[in-house]
């Protein structure tokens, strides 16, 4: 069964450094999105992401956030300078039709700034 | 603008009793509505949608919800519980446009007492 798949599981990051999450969705959907999801607190959408560039995004993603799908398969998320409010599990999904069909998520990447 | 609210953070039942989960929604246009479910440490798995067609929607496990726009509500039931129940469960929203992201729920926690 196609899945969603995110590297690394759990990455661990000094306050200020650049990280990236690594995602690839399933192959032949064409809507990618991350959410994230602070520990105890819901998840939350931050950006998706159609036909190579940003459709939408929350006003949780500000300069410090980028996407980018830089071959056919991966779809990354990446955060400048982190801060320690950026600690949360960070979610990939994609879809095929968009916003009234399922979205498949990932396991999801763990950060933790410290 | 789109929110989504569930009652109750925490809901114990026994196994074998019957499961109810509340959602209420807002939402600007007619909504697509889902709910999922997330299982320790795994990501989003989707149990159901509501995207306009019939108003009761069946989903895996023997879930289902009924939409019911008088009441802005998307409850999810399940007649009888079973002990793999145990999980957390959110309520989501869309608008259905094709990029749009999910607003989601601050989640249920299901507890199963044997």
């Known amino acids: 069964e196609p899945e969603v798949t995110q590297t690394p599981s759990h990455q661990v990051t000094q306050m200020g450094q650049e990280v990236i999450l690594r995602c690839v969705p399933i192959s032949n959907h064409l809507y990618f999105y991350w959410y994230r999801q602070i520990l105890g607190q819901k998840v939350e959408f931050l950006v998706s992401?159609?036909?190579?560039?940003?459709?939408?995004k929350s006003e949780i993603f500000d300069d410090q956030f980028s996407v980018e799908r830089p071959d056919g398969s991966n779809f990354t998320l990446k955060i400048r300078s982190t801060k320690l409010e950026d600690s949360a599990m960070y979610f990939c999904?994609?879809?095929?039709?968009?916003?009234?069909?399922?979205?498949?998520f990932g396991q999801g990447t763990r950060l933790t700034v410290v | 603008a789109q929110s989504v609210t569930q009652l109750g953070s925490h809901v114990s039942v026994s196994e074998g009793a019957l499961v109810l989960l509340r959602c209420n929604y807002s939402?600007?246009?007619?909504?697509?509505l889902f709910w999922y479910v997330q299982y320790p440490n795994q990501g989003l798995q989707l149990l159901l949608k509501?995207?306009?067609?019939?108003?009761l929607v069946k989903g895996i496990n023997g879930f289902e919800a009924e939409f019911k726009k008088s009441e802005t509500s998307f409850h999810l039931t399940k007649p009888s519980a079973h002990m793999s129940d145990a999980a957390e469960y959110f309520c989501?929203?869309?608008?259905?446009?094709?990029?749009?992201?999910?607003?989601f729920g601050k989640g249920t926690h299901l507890i199963i007492q044997p």
């Open positions: 989501a929203v869309s608008s259905g446009g094709g990029a749009d992201g999910l607003t």
């Open positions: 509501y995207t306009s067609a019939a108003t």
């Open positions: 999904a994609s879809s095929d039709f968009g916003g009234n069909t399922e979205a498949f």
């Open positions: 939402s600007s246009v007619p909504p697509y």
């Open positions: 992401f159609y036909n190579n560039e940003i459709s939408e």
